[in-house]
Structures are given as C-alpha cells and as structure tokens.
C-alpha cells in the first residue's frame, strides 16, 4: 500500500517564527489532502492539492507529483497555528481511502 | 464549508456489548469512509462506501464490522461485539470529486 513519510514528527516555534512540514510518498497519489488536527481532535481539511501550489492566508501548499513530495508552508506562525498536521493520499480516482501520514506535532510558543 | 456529522459525540459500553455509530454525510456526496484513529496516533482506513456496498475494507475491518447506509439515511459502522481494542476515536467521512470532508469523530470507550 501507499506509504506516507512526513517530517518532522514535531516541531517547537516562536510565534512569528516560520514552518515548512514535509510529506514523502511512495507510490502515485492522485488524490492528495493536508489536515489539520485541533488538539480536541476535530479535523479540518485545509488543503486538497494533488498537483502544483496553492495559497489560503498564512498557509502554502506545494506539491511535486513526480518528484512524490509535499510541502506545507506556515508563514508568521501563530499560537491557534499548534495541533497536529496530517498529510493523507490516495492512488485512486474515484472512491479515495486516504492513507494518512503520522503527522506533525506542531506547538507555537507565545 | 460542507459538515459531516456524527452522533454521538461519545460513547462508553462494556466489552461485547454491541455499538452503532451513526454518521450524517454531505448531502450530495456519493462515497462514504470510516477511519479508526486510536489517542496519538495517525488516522486508518476502515472501509468505504459506494452506491449501497462496500468497494474497499483495510485489515482493521474485522468480521466484527459492519456498514450500511438503509435509505440515504445515517451511514452507520456497527461494532458486534466490541472489543477492547476497539477503543479509539472512529471518523466518518464523505466525498464528491475531490476533497474529502470528515466528521468531529466518535469517541468510543469499551471496557
């Protein structure tokens, strides 16, 4: 099955300090998501991005899909920015079970 | 943006006992998915969902599992019996094209 590497496992921020969270994958991902796990455990899907870069406020994402890798890039972090980001796949077009990296545990510090 | 809701928030039963987790996907989404995420660590497939059956189930789907959505109504995991093992929180998640929206989860207590 499709393997998902992502680093770091945590990471420890100033606020305003910046981040970059790596996703590895081993196989073709047609579909591929980056989630954010509040420290409740309520998850919140913040970016669907199979291919190239897209922007939403402070957060980037970039993906290679033939270089098999992700990026999540967190400019000026913020307190609220702490909890666990997940980087999740799937091979396939249609129905798509994601298969989830262990995450990184990110904590901004005031 | 698109909810997924699931009922109930939390839920403590005795091992052996039978569990019915319920889930409101989003209305017009086809695909249907329970994750099993036991406390720290990352999120795992359990099965899928797709005009009335089951495409795709992962190892974690024991026999002990069951899925259904009778009606368009709640997409339901049922658990009989539950295991000590099967204490984590269980996430339901719906799809359409592309991004996929998961519920707040279930958190299931057996003891």
């Known amino acids: 099955g499709q393997q998902v590497q992502q680093s770091p496992a945590s990471l420890v921020l100033q606020e305003g300090e910046n981040a970059e969270l790596q996703c590895n994958f081993s196989?073709?991902?047609?579909?591929l998501q980056w989630f954010y796990q509040h420290p409740g455990g309520r998850l919140v899907s913040l970016f669907y991005n199979p291919s190239g870069t897209k922007h939403t406020g402070r957060l980037t994402s970039t993906t290679v899909t033939n270089e098999r890798r992700s990026s999540l890039h967190i400019s000026s972090s913020q307190t609220t920015d702490s909890g666990t980001y997940f980087c999740a796949l799937s091979p396939n077009t249609g129905y798509q079970n994601f298969y989830f990296g262990k995450g990184t545990s990110l904590t901004v510090i005031p | 943006g698109p909810k997924v809701l699931q009922i109930p928030s939390h839920q403590i039963i005795d091992m052996g006992q039978m569990v019915t987790l319920n889930c409101d996907p989003v209305?017009?989404?086809?695909?249907f998915y329970w994750y099993k995420q036991i406390l720290g660590q990352q999120m795992e497939f359990l099965v899928n969902f797709y005009n009335g059956k089951v495409m795709e189930k992962s190892k974690l789907f024991k026999d002990q599992f069951s899925v259904e959505r009778p009606d368009g109504s709640y997409f339901t995991l049922k658990i009989q019996p539950t295991a000590l093992e099967d204490s984590a929180v269980y996430f339901c998640?719906?799809?359409?094209?592309?991004?996929?929206?998961f519920g707040p989860g279930t958190r299931l207590l057996v003891l």
């Open positions: 209305s017009n989404h086809l695909y």
């Open positions: 998640a719906s799809s359409g094209d592309d991004t996929q929206y």
């Open positions: 196989s073709t991902a047609t579909r």
